[in-house]
């Protein structure tokens, strides 16, 4: 899963130079390996940065994002981009409890951190934490009641296709809940952040991460040239999802997608793709 070492993601090289930026990041043809070798070089103070540059506020949309996943004690649930564990870790500590908690990251650096963070915390169900790729999920059709993504769909290389996927390892009635960073529509509210995002976090980020790698340089630009709310939308409703909620957070510098698989009729497609023959999804 790792990927091999390039010019992109050896240490000494950064993931991101100003030139690699001043394109768009999301066309990069080796974009994953340069996410990979990002997340790895910050993986030890990306907690930090997150909770410092947010004002906290991450911790309280992770929270929501665990709300709109309407969590029930039967409830088996995927986190995907897990990256250190923080949303997953929100799902594990719920109420009601669910049943299981996986949590799937493809740069082993952050689930380094995830796995000695879930050790020191008496979490109520533990959380299994696998290298795996969003794109290509290890877990037969209908695996979970629940898939929640944070802060991870902008950073894959094909969006659509992870959609698609997560689609796949949902049962019927299944839950999608998909937390990433949106632009304000306000422009007022956009010029700040703007200002603050590629002007002032980018130098104070790297400073407190000591990092060369370019990933506070990226992450305001990944956000301004990835697709906005409505096609997000389009590529959860083309996957086959229904009853999209959009909740935009905090003047909307992020958004909550919410939707869920059809409980009738997705359930025979399901039938059909895995082979199951009780029409739940479950094996
Ligand atoms: C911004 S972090 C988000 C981590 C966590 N979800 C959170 O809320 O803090 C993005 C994570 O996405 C992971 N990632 C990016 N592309 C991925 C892919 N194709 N498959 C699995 N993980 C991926 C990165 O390794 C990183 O840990």
């Not at 949303?87 to 799937?104: D, F, K, N, Q, Y």
Request: some cysteine; glycine content about 8%; hydrophobic content about 40%.
């Amino acid at each position: 899963m790792t990927h091999p070492p390039t010019a992109a993601n050896t240490p000494q090289t950064p993931a991101w130079s100003e030139a690699d930026l001043a394109g768009d990041p999301h066309a990069t043809p080796d974009k994953a390996e340069r996410v990979q070798a990002m997340f790895e070089a910050i993986a030890a103070r990306y907690d930090l940065n997150n909770r410092v540059h947010s004002f906290g506020r991450d911790v309280a949309w992770r929270r929501r994002a665990v709300t709109a996943a309407r969590l029930r004690p039967e409830d088996e649930v995927l986190d995907v981009a897990c990256g250190t564990g923080d949303l997953a870790e929100a799902i594990a500590s719920a109420t009601p409890r669910p049943r299981r908690v996986v949590g799937v990251d493809f740069t082993a650096g952050m689930l380094d951190i995830a796995r000695a963070k879930s050790a020191r915390r008496s979490l109520r169900v533990p959380i299994d934490y696998r290298l795996g790729d969003a794109m290509a999920l290890e877990f037969a059709d209908g695996s979970f009641d629940v898939l929640t993504i944070a802060f991870g769909l902008r950073n894959v290389t094909d969006p659509p296709r992870a959609v698609a996927e997560f689609r796949r390892v949902l049962r019927p009635g299944g839950r999608l809940v998909i937390l990433e960073f949106s632009e304000p529509g306000f422009a007022p509210i956009r010029w700040f952040n703007r200002l603050y995002t590629e002007g002032i976090m980018p130098r104070t980020a790297a400073l407190l991460a000591r990092d060369r790698s370019g990933a506070y340089r990226y992450l305001p630009r990944s956000v301004a040239s990835f697709p906005g709310v409505e096609v997000v939308g389009r590529w959860i409703e083309d996957a086959g999802f229904v009853g999209l909620e959009q909740t935009p957070q905090t003047f909307g510098v992020c958004t909550i997608h919410a939707a869920e698989v059809p409980k009738v009729g997705n359930a025979i497609a399901n039938t059909a793709d895995s082979g199951a023959t009780n029409g739940t999804g479950r094996p």
